[in-house]
């Protein structure tokens, strides 16, 4: 069982903006900063977003995060065919000593 | 550029030994904190352990507490996973990720496959 919180599931068609949803604790992110991962099929996980709402450089700007409280979200503008990938949030939780990772989001383009 | 070379996966038996390694170049290794991640098919991504930069600090998941022996050398500029008792569930890719202590991953390696079955 999976600390922070996500969708199973999401999708968009092309053009369209999608939102994923991580929901945690005062111990994770509500204390801590929350960063955002994309992974396509077997490969390794890319950072999207770091420190809530930075983003690596080569990152478009497209995508975007924000925090709240003990949630989190990663907004996607202009989805892409190429944005089909499982999604991951992650944050260091104090409870547990160390990163913990939502269970994943499996974004779909349709 | 950032490169983390992971070594020493492969098949064992349940209740043996593997020694993973990760070799790191392309920045200051005793800048950061560094941890193991494994991933098993079909699932998301798992923290196994953590070590900061100077040791001071280690962190293990409850699932390998006290099975897994987590390491570094800055002198080599490597992190290691020392694996013992392995179990049918610990079968995963074990990727080695940077991060500074507190924070989640910037950079991971490639991965290790780790098989364990009789």
């Known amino acids: 069982q999976s600390v922070l919180t996500q969708p199973p599931s999401a999708s968009g068609t092309p053009g369209q903006t999608i939102t994923i949803s991580c929901s945690g604790s005062?111990?994770?992110?509500?204390?801590?900063?929350v960063y955002w991962y994309h992974q396509l099929p077997g490969t390794t996980p890319k950072l999207l977003i770091y420190k809530n709402n930075r983003r690596p450089s080569g990152v478009p700007d497209r995508f975007s995060g924000s925090k709240s409280g003990t949630s989190a979200s990663l907004a996607i503008s202009g989805l892409q065919s190429e944005d089909e990938a499982d999604y991951y949030c992650?944050?260091?939780?104090?409870?547990?000593?160390?990163?913990?990772f939502g269970g994943g989001t499996k974004l779909t383009v349709l | 550029e950032v490169q983390l070379v992971e070594s020493g996966g492969g098949l064992v038996q349940p209740g043996r030994s593997l020694r993973l390694s990760c070799a790191a170049s392309?920045?200051?290794?005793?800048?950061?904190?560094m941890h193991w991640v494994r991933q098993s098919p079909g699932r998301g991504p798992e923290w196994v352990a953590g070590?900061?930069?100077?040791?001071?600090?280690?962190g293990y998941a409850e699932s390998v507490k006290g099975r897994f022996t987590i390491s570094r050398d800055n002198a080599k500029n490597s992190v290691y996973l020392q694996m013992n008792s392995l179990r049918p569930e610990d079968t995963a890719l074990y990727f080695c990720?940077?991060?500074?202590?507190?924070?989640?991953?910037?950079?991971w390696g490639q991965g290790a496959l780790v098989t364990v079955s009789s």
């Open positions: 992650a944050a260091w939780d104090d409870t547990l000593g160390g990163p913990k």
């Open positions: 392309g920045f200051t290794f005793d800048d950061f904190g």
């Open positions: 005062s111990s994770n992110i509500g204390g801590r900063h």
């Open positions: 990720a940077r991060g500074i202590w507190l924070e989640p991953f910037d950079q």
């Open positions: 070590i900061s930069w100077n040791s001071g600090k280690i």
